[in-house]
């Protein structure tokens, strides 16, 4: 969605295909900053220095939420790659900043502490184009195949608590019918993540005091089964040569899609308590599965109000109202654990449901074009107020 946006930044956008009240403008008198999670102060000092009065802060990712982990941790709940913009609009009272952003939530995260002179446009999709989704999609996943002993699958990379903890607890079960990865070889030495206590610890110490399946999860070594072989889903390169999301799609992902009927999604956050739409998600949607989701509080319902079937007379979604994110998981997978080890009755649901199936990927290209609309319209606004 953020080519469209930067498109229409640049008036090379064609307007007639946006259901908004928008027209051409001049730019001469605008800056655009690109930037990610690695901008420090010191960079955007040296941006804004010699930018226009009226910039916008190209956001080009959706994972900078501040810590709101208990217990053992203390860490402040504004992140760093905010607080780093709270601090560079203060340094630059003069300038009209815009923060062009995936992450709908950032104004909840700066609550008063937001500075006078600085905006905030949402456009919460992070995936894919309804061109990419009519191009690689509709053919993707058309018919499955049954023929793995695997109906389940649970993709997880980056080692974020409730990655940790949602692989503990599968590893606790021992379900075979659960298609389960972590990390990749590569990361076991390089990622520090893992290899501090944080991940861990922090999952953990959500379980109430005294708990036997503490001692029982604290004892499982992941390393033990996923460093020698672990299978790098999302991976960064291929030949060298850099991927997307849409390339691992259809280079690594698909081939699980086509033999499972239900994902458990790990999503991007689970302890902040600000859900947002991440291509994981999306990946379930596109490759026909029931989803069961990993993440915040009430990410479910987000979805559920975005118009998608959540399938809630299949998969129990009760536990996306339980706030302690660890007994979140454990009910996720408690409560839906008939369809999760039975896979004729799996593959019933799957042919029943075709049709509900197909439709939520039509809600996907529906919400694409609204949500696209509301930033564009919301980001013409913003800067028509500083005369661009």
Not at 15 to 30: E, H, P, W
Not at 257 to 286: D, G, P, R, W
Request: charged share 20%; proline share 3%; net charge negative.
């Amino acid at each position: 969605m953020f080519s469209h946006i930067e498109k229409f930044l640049s008036n090379d956008l064609d307007l007639s295909t946006i259901n908004a009240n928008i027209g051409y403008r001049s730019f001469d008198k605008l800056t655009i900053i690109y930037c990610n999670l690695t901008f420090t102060v010191e960079r955007y000092v040296a941006e804004m220095e010699t930018a226009h009065d009226t910039i916008v802060l190209d956001f080009h990712d959706h994972y900078y939420y501040g810590d709101l982990s208990q217990n053992t941790y203390n860490y402040n709940n504004v992140s760093d790659t905010l607080d780093a913009i709270i601090t560079v609009s203060r340094m630059f009272p003069n300038k009209n900043i815009v923060l062009l952003t995936e992450n709908q939530f950032t104004v909840d995260e700066l609550k008063c502490i937001q500075p006078p002179n600085l905006s905030i446009v949402v456009s919460p999709y992070h995936p894919y184009s309804y061109d990419e989704i009519d191009n690689i999609i509709r053919n993707v996943v058309n018919d499955k195949f049954f023929t793995q002993p695997t109906h389940v699958m649970c993709l997880n990379n980056n080692p974020r608590p409730h990655r940790v903890g949602i692989v503990l607890y599968l590893m606790y079960l021992k379900l075979s019918s659960i298609y389960i990865t972590f990390m990749s070889y590569e990361r076991w030495n390089n990622c520090s993540d893992y290899n501090s206590d944080y991940n861990h610890a922090t999952i953990l110490s959500y379980l109430y005091p005294y708990s036997k399946l503490y001692d029982r999860l604290d004892s499982i070594n992941l390393a033990d089964t996923f460093k020698d072989n672990a299978d790098y889903v999302y991976q960064d390169t291929i030949s060298d040569v850099t991927t997307t999301n849409t390339d691992n799609f259809k280079n690594k992902l698909k081939g699980l899609y086509q033999t499972s009927i239900i994902e458990i999604v790990t999503e991007t956050t689970s302890l902040e308590n600000t859900a947002q739409m991440t291509e994981k998600f999306i990946h379930c949607i596109i490759g026909r599965c029931f989803p069961i989701i990993i993440g915040t509080y009430r990410n479910v319902e987000l979805y559920r109000n975005m118009g998608y079937d959540m399938f809630d007379d299949i998969i129990d979604h009760s536990y996306d109202y339980e706030p302690n994110p660890f007994y979140r998981l454990k009910m996720a997978i408690d409560l839906n654990i008939d369809i999760l080890t039975n896979k004729d009755l799996a593959i019933s649901l799957y042919s029943k449901n075709r049709m509900r199936l197909d439709n939520n990927i039509e809600n996907y290209i529906k919400q694409y074009d609204i949500i696209l609309a509301d930033t564009i319209g919301d980001l013409d606004a913003e800067l028509a107020k500083f005369g661009i």
